[in-house]
């Protein structure tokens, strides 16, 4: 029931007792008319005690009018609509996070962790925008940027269950070109859209073994590259690292480096974490490093929000009215 009805529901008990009222007292009047006049009255009329009743029904008469008169005033005021006006400018979180995942062959053994990863960490944020973009001999766009947490925890799943991960990784597969990560990463960039640095405070949170390949007929930007690019488009870089251990190769012409892939991230203000460690603790690092480096807001346009408010008056109708019968009852018209 919408609150414009509720205050005709005392309007309506109190013409009911006003009416009640009016009737019983002109039915009282008429019975001492019809009644026999008895004599010497004016000796009555000395006594204390009728002078306290007589005081007593005259306060009861003015408290009555009062209150009734209050109660008018009140049901005046639900009438009239009161609301309450606030002026509403919301604080949003302006930042964009891309999360950039390996999916060569070498990281198949760790890309659903490292999806989980993902999704513990995005349930921890707030009003952020995130995107995923997958690589491998090439880079796909999963999802743009958006703040549709939904979207994003739907497509976390679906890439984690089953094979799926391995059908995605088909479509960034490309003849003679193989964990192309400076690449890869450089396209996770991209992908953020142009430079906005005043408004938008932008991270990308990379996952990845760092065991890459140098590819064929095509240019090869090594990780350190890969990074400096990043930052120089204000872009910071918080690293998973599938490794359990540092390790180098140069055998088939593979390379890897944790140590190369924590300077990255360290050069760009990020946080480091090994896919191994303690999980909770690792989220946590990366979230709260999140929200403190990327401390940057934006206020939405102010707006004047009116919001019905009778509740008080409708409480305080309900208590005078309350009033209103006891006095009536007190008065035994």
Known sequence: MRYELLFILPLLALLAITGATIWRFLKNKRKIINKAIIAHTENIKKLDAYKKATLFYRILIVA?????????????????????????????AARDIMLCLDVSYSMHPYVVDVLNY????SSNLKGERIGITIFDGAAMQVLPLTNDYAAL?????????????RNYADLVRVDGRYSLIGNGLVNCVNNMGEKDQDTRARAVILATDNNGQTGIDTINLSLEQAGEY??????IIYGIDTNESERKTEDFGYHNSSREF???????????VRLGQNKSLSVSMITESIMASLEKYTLSDA????????????????????????????LKV
């Open 230 to 235: 990043a930052k120089s488009r204000g872009i």
């Open 262 to 272: 924590e300077d990255v991230v360290s050069n760009t203000k990020g946080a480091y």
């Open 118 to 121: 993902y999704g513990d960490i």
């Open 303 to 330: 707006k004047r929000v009116e919001t019905d408010a009778p509740n008080n008056y409708i409480i305080a109708l309900a208590i005078v009215t309350g009033i209103l019968l006891f006095v009536i009852w007190r």
């Open 64 to 92: 009555a009018s009062t209150v009734f008169m209050v109660t008018l005033a009140i049901s005046t005021m639900i009438a009239s609509r009161p609301v309450t006006r606030v002026l509403d400018q919301n604080q949003n």
């Open 153 to 165: 925890a739907e497509t976390i799943e679906n890439m984690s269950s089953g094979s799926n991960i």
